[in-house]
């Protein structure tokens, strides 16, 4: 008997052995690919971005134009020619029209809708059965109908994004179809009925346009569920199969999130100014740092907040906390299910970071989490047991 399983273990340890390698070779290839795609997506960025500027439109083709090639196909390239916008015979009147009837103010969108809808002359948006209120909402707000090429406006991307505030207008190469004075006009009207109060508008978030994702980098939006508030990524929303990472949580309670994003910025606290400091921001701008300094000099972050808090003046600690902050993220919760501490790791601003450098701003010691209780702890383990025995 032991003489047969000496040859069975030995076949097995062969067999293992085998499979060890393929899956390294799997691995290795995955990994290979994964940085080329990574190379690829920098240098198409690259190129996107001067074609932008060189006032290249990128897309399909809007409502109201139609693209025309400029030249034959470059044989075994593969290459599409470049094109060039052109108006539309049809649709570039009626997108004339749409912004002269809402630029001179008797018009809304949803009676541009009923006028569209019901007028047997003008078709529908190719694709689609009739006009809606979200495609006049779309086309009012393009730059692009007035000349003008936008890059960057939602940037997205798997292995490449541009980062935040990267977003830029540039002279366009195609006909415009309206002035630049109706599309003016078109924003202020837009922008004053998207301000008007009703009975569903609710009140800026504290962290709408900080937080972002710790797991794929995406906006965590602000939700509201009646009474509460949540932060959820808004790219797990509309992109599931596209993420890199398994996302660690489904979202954040705002009264939490916000509290973790307060204590970040009450850590920031002031030493006197020196010529040290002076000379270290000869290289940049320091009227913007100097002026902060100042401000936190005779105030300090943690009484400001703590002042803002006490008035109710949201506006004013949003607009506070936006001088100071430019993101945040979630980097720690307690418990990992139904957290009810968190911990944020910020990016400051240029000039507080600036100040942080030159040390006349320091970080105070972040305070420690608070302690869980045995019973708890015992309980969420118990849940886990639970949860992976049902699982597998």
């Given at each position: ?17 085998a499979n060890n390698r393929c899956v390294a070779r799997i691995l290795r290839a995955e990994d290979e690919s994964s940085d080329g795609a990574a190379y690829r997506a920098t240098r198409i960025r690259s190129a996107k ?41 049809m649709y570039a009147p009626i997108v004339q029209e749409i912004f002269a009837r809402y630029a001179s103010g008797g018009w809304s969108r949803i009676r541009l809708v009923e006028w569209l809808n019901s007028d047997p ?50 002279p366009g190469r195609h006909p415009a179809l309206i002035d630049r004075a109706t599309f003016e006009r078109v924003a202020e009207r837009s922008a004053a009925a998207f301000t008007r109060p009703s009975y569903h508008q ?191």
């Amino acid at each position: 008997m032991r003489e047969e399983a000496a040859p069975r273990r030995t076949i097995e340890r062969q067999h293992a052995a085998a499979n060890n390698r393929c899956v390294a070779r799997i691995l290795r290839a995955e990994d290979e690919s994964s940085d080329g795609a990574a190379y690829r997506a920098t240098r198409i960025r690259s190129a996107k971005e001067r074609s932008a500027r060189a006032g290249v439109h990128q897309g399909l083709a809007p409502l109201g134009y139609t693209r025309v090639a400029l030249g034959a196909t470059t044989a075994g390239s593969g290459r599409r020619p470049p094109g060039l916008l052109v108006p539309d015979s049809m649709y570039a009147p009626i997108v004339q029209e749409i912004f002269a009837r809402y630029a001179s103010g008797g018009w809304s969108r949803i009676r541009l809708v009923e006028w569209l809808n019901s007028d047997p002359r003008i078709p529908p948006p190719p694709g689609r059965v009739q006009w809606t209120c979200s495609t006049i909402h779309a086309l009012l707000r393009n730059p692009l109908y007035c000349g003008l090429v936008r890059y960057n406006h939602r940037p997205e991307g798997r292995y490449e994004r541009a980062g935040p505030g990267s977003e830029f207008l540039a002279p366009g190469r195609h006909p415009a179809l309206i002035d630049r004075a109706t599309f003016e006009r078109v924003a202020e009207r837009s922008a004053a009925a998207f301000t008007r109060p009703s009975y569903h508008q609710h009140e800026a978030a504290l962290g709408a346009g900080l937080f972002v994702c710790a797991s794929c980098g995406g906006p965590m939006t602000p939700s509201h569920q009646a009474p509460h508030l949540f932060y959820r990524c808004s790219w797990r929303q509309r992109r599931k199969g596209l993420r890199e990472a398994p996302h660690t949580a489904m979202g954040y309670a705002g009264c939490i999130a916000e509290e973790a994003l307060l204590r970040e910025a009450r850590r920031l606290h002031t030493t006197p100014w020196t010529p040290r400091a002076e000379r270290q921001l000869i290289g940049a701008d320091p009227d913007a740092p100097r002026a902060l300094h100042g401000r936190l000099a005779d105030t300090e972050a943690s009484t400001l907040i703590d002042a803002f808090l006490a008035r109710g003046d949201g506006a004013g600690l949003r607009l506070f906390v936006r001088g100071l902050v430019a993101s945040a993220r979630i980097v720690e919760r307690l418990p990992e299910r139904q957290p009810k501490w968190l911990r944020a790791e910020v990016t400051w601003q240029p000039a507080v970071q600036a100040l942080l450098e030159t040390d006349v701003v320091q970080l105070a010691v972040p305070a420690p989490p608070p302690e869980q209780s045995e019973r708890g702890e015992r309980k969420r383990e118990a849940q886990r047991r639970s949860s992976a025995r049902r699982q597998g």
